[in-house]
Each structure stands twice: as C-alpha cells, then as structure tokens.
C-alpha cells in the first residue's frame, strides 16, 4: 500500500486565522449580531461554515446558520476583490517537510474544512499544487470529524488506514484520524493546544514542521 500523509489547512500548513476571524465578524455584523470573540473563532477553524457557525451560536436556528455561512462567504470574496486579505504565511518549515516527505515517497493529500476554490487559492499562491495527489474540501463532505474526507483520500491514493497519517491542528482532525483508522498526528503551532489534541487521539504530537517527517518515518 502506497503510504499517504494528509494535511489539514488552515492552522496546520497556512496561519490563515486573521481573515477568517474578519469575515466572521463581518458576517455576524451584516446580521447586526455581536461578533464572537476572536479566541472562540480560532477554535472552530477546521469545521465546515455551517457546523463552524452553529458552535459560535448555538442558540440560532438552523436557517440563520445557514444565512450567517452565506454573508461569510460574501465576506470573505469581498476582501479578496478588494486586495484587503492579510497574507496567509506557510508555517515555518512547512515547504521543506513537504518536499522531504516528497522525495521520501510520501503521497501528499489535503483534508480541509476550506471549499474547493479556497484552497486551489492558497495552493495555487504558495506554489504547492504539484505536490498534493488528493484534495478533499467541505464542497464534497461531511464536517469534521467525519471520516468521509480520509476515506475518500485514501481510496484516491491507493493507501490503507495503517499507511496513512491526518495531520492537524485540532481535536477535529484528530478525531476525524481515528474515526478512519488513521495515524493521527497533531501539530503545536497551529490554534487547538497540545493537550486536546491527545485528548482527541493524537499519537504524536509535532512541536515543529523539521520534526515531522522523521515522526512519519517512525509510525
């Protein structure tokens, strides 16, 4: 079986947290709501929009979640046509353990609660395309920590679950990890802490890009 190391985005290969905790609260403005508070944002970063928003207000009906996800989305393609998005950094030593991973034989996928258009973005920007054999986005699934996503990579990559390797940032994809059987691998540096993602299952958890292929390796 073909071994598949799948990242999640945002929080783990991008530091993406300033523009989507604008367009929260941008959207929530429009809705002439209180905005949550930025901490309570950056915790459901990893979600699907409409999961993600139900956790921010839970006291909502599902309609208004569902509008709330649409003014985000208008939000955050407004600050995109306008050149007002701040940059969304690749995490230090993230593009040097891809390619190490790379070159080691690793197949490379994305499991992200991102649509299909904002990743090809991000990707497209930090000149990374190339390197994914599998993308799987909330267009095609079910929310984290659904198993769906991993399912579907694996399928794609021809791996199997003891081959593969989720790694993220937050309990969601920790979870998501051993729902599908998988290697669950959290990273520090992203917006959940060290402690929840071994709450949630992580087997590792990577205190710096540099370290993670040799942790791969050793799984």
């Known amino acids: 079986m073909n071994r598949l190391a799948l990242f999640d985005c945002d929080g783990t290969l991008v530091d993406s947290q300033a523009n989507i905790c604008r367009a929260m609260e941008d959207c929530f403005a429009t809705a002439r709501l209180d905005p949550p508070p930025r ?9 699907s929009l409409v999961p993600a928003i139900a956790q921010l207000l839970p006291e909502a009906e599902a309609r208004q979640h569902a509008l709330l996800a649409e003014d985000y989305k208008r939000a955050f393609h407004a600050m995109r046509s306008n050149g007002a998005l ?3 950094p690749l995490f230090d030593g993230v593009a040097d353990a891809i390619e190490t991973l790379d070159a080691n034989g690793w197949l490379l996928g994305i499991a992200t609660g991102k649509s299909d258009r904002g990743l090809a973005l991000i990707l497209e920007h930090h000149g990374l395309a190339h390197r994914f054999v599998t993308l799987q986005t909330a267009d095609r699934h079910p929310s984290k920590p659904h198993p769906s996503m991993i399912e579907a990579a694996m399928a794609e990559a021809g791996a199997s679950p003891e081959s593969t390797a989720m790694i993220g940032d937050t309990s969601f994809d920790m979870a998501m990890a051993r729902a599908a059987g998988a290697h669950a691998v959290g990273v520090a540096w992203g917006y959940h802490t060290m402690h929840e993602l071994r709450e949630a299952g992580a087997g590792h958890v990577v205190e710096h890009a540099a370290a993670l292929p040799a942790h791969l390796e050793a799984l």
């Open 86 to 88: 701040d940059p969304e």
């Open 39 to 47: 901490e309570a944002i950056r915790r459901i970063v990893g979600l």
